[in-house]
T-cell receptor, first 114, second 112 residues
Framework: NAGVTQTPKFRVLKTGQSMTLLCAQDMNHEYMYWYRQDPGMGLRLIHYSVGEGTTAKGEVPDGYNVSRLKKQNFLLGLESAAPSQTSVYFC?????????????FGDGTRLSIL | AQSVTQLDSHVSVSEGTPVLLRCNYSSSYSPSLFWYVQHPNKGLQLLLKYTSAATLVKGINGFEAEFKKSETSFHLTKPSAHMSDAAEYFCVVSQAGTALIFGKGTTLSVSS
């Protein structure tokens, strides 16, 4: 049972570089989410998707872009990385947006921007 | 607007003693409430969820939580702590059609 898989697990970038984080889920979930986790802040929603071909902004979307070309994949892009984007990034998915549906999380990508 | 407050950023217990992690929430409507656990360098794992059925909810690994509407609380408890319970715990509130709102987390330390 793979669940939600994130690649890469670790990455170090220089300021101004770009990169893409990949999230893949094998549960046929419609909804997918990208969060960032910073010490003492809990998780904050960056972007989310309610289905293939759709994306929407969350609480902290600036500096990030996303795409959902296939139902099982949700990509998070940093066009010009900044030190403030040093964080742990989590992808999650859920069957629906019904409040009682839990979200399933990947193991995270630890990103450092120098 | 929804919000969730975890009242303790760090809780320390001895192995075999009870665990209490406190969470208060604010929500305009009947919320769904969750507790997630995060072990070091891992993602978040669902411990339990409340969805307006029984107010006492049992989860995995011996954890349970009680929904108290009058106190707007959803505290997490376990009768006897194990070393393996050391982790970070997040209280989460959700309403239909909206994103999850996370508390800032409580780090649980368990000493032998």
């Amino acid at each position: 049972n793979a669940g939600v898989t994130q690649t890469p697990k670790f990455r170090v970038l220089k300021t101004g570089q770009s990169m893409t984080l990949l999230c893949a889920q094998d549960m046929n979930h419609e909804y997918m989410y990208w969060y960032r986790q910073d010490p003492g802040m809990g998780l904050r929603l960056i972007h989310y998707s309610v289905g293939e071909g759709t994306t929407a902004k969350g609480e902290v979307p600036d500096g990030y872009n996303v795409s959902r070309l296939k139902k099982q994949n949700f990509l998070l892009g940093l066009e010009s990385a900044a030190p403030s984007q040093t964080s742990v990034y989590f992808c999650a998915s859920s069957y629906s947006a019904q409040g009682y549906q839990p979200q399933h999380f990947g193991d995270g990508t630890r990103l450092s921007i120098l | 607007a929804q919000s969730v407050t975890q009242l303790d950023s760090h809780v320390s217990v001895s192995e075999g003693t009870p665990v209490l992690l406190r969470c208060n929430y604010s929500s305009s409507y009947s919320p769904s409430l969750f507790w997630y656990v995060q072990h070091p360098n891992k993602g978040l794992q669902l411990l339990l969820k409340y969805t307006s059925a029984a107010t006492l909810v049992k989860g995995i690994n011996g954890f349970e939580a009680e929904f108290k509407k009058s106190e707007t609380s959803f505290h997490l408890t376990k009768p006897s702590a194990h070393m393996s319970d050391a982790a970070e715990y997040f209280c989460v509130v959700s309403q239909a059609g909206t994103a999850l709102i996370f508390g800032k987390g409580t780090t649980l330390s368990v000493s032998s």
